[in-house]
């Protein structure tokens, strides 16, 4: 089966611009997640979609970033206007609708804020 | 606060055993999970611990202690290509989907 997909890889923007990262999950994992790796630092935990709802977003860390999931397929996490400590690597992870079942991460998107 | 602690780095030469330790302070717990990541690569699933006890599975096995809030990460027989960083995770959530919260990562690196 095909993995779980991240567009682009590397990003590098200005202060002020917006991005957009994509993520295509393993097809019929309804559970979608967003994480965030700054430098040294923890996989810190963003978002989570449940097909198209979001089932959790206290990890967002401002209103800045917004995520969607249109039809529970792919989602898109955007970043409007991107500041300098917005830099990090973003992945997202996939999983089936079965308890405890182990997350499925993509390579991430390496973002650069100038 | 939520928070789980796991050495920054770790040094150990080929052929050798290696554990890697982790204690966590959640709100919730339903499991104890581990994670390599190669090269800043796409982080991979190793084991997972819902029970006290250890999971052996080929070279690494883990073990959790749920009285004490602590695991252990355990690679015997290293080999070079172990040579990542290792994450502990908990599920906070008694669910089909709960999240994983992470710790901060411990790399390995092995010598010849």
């Known amino acids: 089966e095909a993995g779980v997909t991240q567009f682009p890889s590397h990003s590098v923007i200005e202060k002020g611009q917006t991005v957009t990262l994509r993520c295509d999950p393993i097809?019929?994992?309804?559970?979608l997640y967003w994480y965030r790796r700054v430098m040294g630092k923890e996989i810190k935990f963003l978002l989570h979609?449940?097909?198209?709802?979001?089932?959790?977003e206290s990890g967002m860390p401002n209103n800045r970033f917004l995520a969607e999931r249109t039809g529970g397929t792919y989602s898109t996490l955007k970043v409007q206007p991107a500041e300098l400590e917005d830099s990090g690597v973003y992945f997202c992870?996939?999983?089936?609708?079965?308890?405890?079942?182990?997350?499925?991460f993509g390579n991430g998107t390496r973002l650069t804020v100038t | 606060g939520q928070s789980l602690e796991q050495p920054s780095e770790v040094t150990a030469v080929e052929g050798a055993i290696v554990q890697i330790n982790c204690t966590y302070q959640?709100?919730?717990?339903?499991?104890l999970s581990w994670y390599q990541q190669h090269d800043g690569g796409a982080p991979t699933f190793l084991s997972y611990?819902?029970?006290?006890g250890l999971e052996e599975t080929g070279r690494f096995s883990s073990f959790l202690s749920r009285s004490d809030s602590y695991g252990y990460l355990l690679l015997q027989e290293l080999q070079m290509k172990d040579s990542a960083s290792y994450f502990c995770?908990?599920?906070?959530?008694?669910?089909?989907?709960?999240?994983?919260?992470f710790g901060q990562g411990t790399e390995l690196s092995v010598k010849p």
């Open positions: 992870a996939s999983s089936p609708p079965l308890r405890g079942s182990p997350l499925h």
């Open positions: 097809s019929g994992h309804d559970n």
């Open positions: 979609f449940v097909k198209e709802s979001k089932q959790d």
């Open positions: 959640t709100s919730g717990f339903y499991g």
């Open positions: 611990n819902a029970l006290d």
């Open positions: 995770a908990v599920r906070d959530e008694d669910n089909q989907g709960g999240k994983l919260i």
